[in-house]
């Protein structure tokens, strides 16, 4: 699944949803996680396209169970996606963890993991930002203090144009005016986001990601608009004209080659 077809079905998921039943059946949507899992297969798509095996992918493409769980420095997690490294690489070998817990896969094996976590925001760009960034931020910590080589990847899926609420709950489809922020806030995100980005250091910088794809996605355009040039979102007056904030660094095309030549460097092969 491309990401273009991706966002056109998350599109149709979102407003049929708000046509049957409005806002209370859009948030149940969301959180059945429908939407978002359309996201984690274009990520695979992208993975098995750059010529990873799919019977290392997890969950396995057009599935949504099987999700790898591994533990990092603290906590574990279900990872979105997450590719294994090959039988004959590396065996699993159980570990004792933070307070005594057990770790069945061990930090050698989670090391290996390539590991790429997906979230999405369809409310207003600037509403729980500082919540949102410090649950990324500590993702990426939890994770590298325990198992410094290990390749993160993070997509982030921001609803530039926010689905009108009051119309959402007459079951009208409709879009929240832009305000004069927009512009502002844009710029944050891509400026924070960049500072998560691009982690090339098994030494420092653990609450770096070795590659962020930001998507900033228009919804309200019949096929969603994907922003991933500076040029497109100055013409459409999403960034100012003056702005040195750039999305060249944080596109979705980039993320899977970015996060394969970083695993190369590590370990001297791909997963």
């Known amino acids: 699944m491309t990401l273009s077809t991706a966002v056109l079905q998350f599109k149709a998921l979102i407003e049929n949803a708000i046509l049957l039943g409005g806002t209370e059946a859009k948030n149940n949507l969301i959180r059945s996680s ?25 969950p396995a493409i057009n599935q949504t169970t099987g999700e790898l769980e591994v533990w990092g ?41 390539l590991s790429v976590n997906v979230r999405s925001q369809l409310s207003s760009a600037a509403k729980n930002f500082d919540t949102l960034y410090e649950r990324t931020f500590a993702e990426a910590v939890n994770f590298h203090e325990r198992c410094p080589m290990m390749v993160l990847g993070e997509v982030y899926m921001i609803a530039i144009r926010e689905y009108d609420s009051n119309a959402a709950n007459r079951r009208q489809i409709a879009f929240r005016p832009l305000n004069n922020k927009i512009q502002a806030h844009v710029e944050k995100y891509i400026n924070y986001f960049e500072m998560l980005n691009n982690r090339t ?29 500076d040029a497109d979102l100055k013409a459409d007056g999403f960034l100012s004209a003056g702005s040195s904030a750039s999305i060249s660094n944080l596109t979705f095309n980039s993320l899977v080659p970015n996060l394969l030549s970083a695993y190369h460097a590590r370990f001297g092969t791909n997963p």
Not at 34 to 58: D, F, S, Y
Not at 76 to 89: C, E, I, S, W
Not at 202 to 229: G, M, N, W
């Open 34 to 58: 429908r939407p978002i899992n359309l996201i984690h297969e274009a990520v695979k798509t992208k993975l098995i396209g750059a010529g990873i095996n799919p019977i290392q992918v997890r």
């Open 201 to 229: 250091s098994t030494s420092s910088d653990s609450h770096k990601y070795e590659r962020v794809a930001l998507l900033l996605v228009d919804f309200s355009v019949v096929d969603p608009k994907i922003y991933d040039t």
């Open 73 to 113: 420095f603290l906590k574990k997690k279900k990872q979105d996606v997450a590719v294994v490294p090959k039988a004959n690489v590396i065996a699993p070998m159980p570990q004792q963890v933070v307070l005594g817990k057990r770790d069945p896969l061990g930090s050698n094996f989670t090391e290996r993991v």
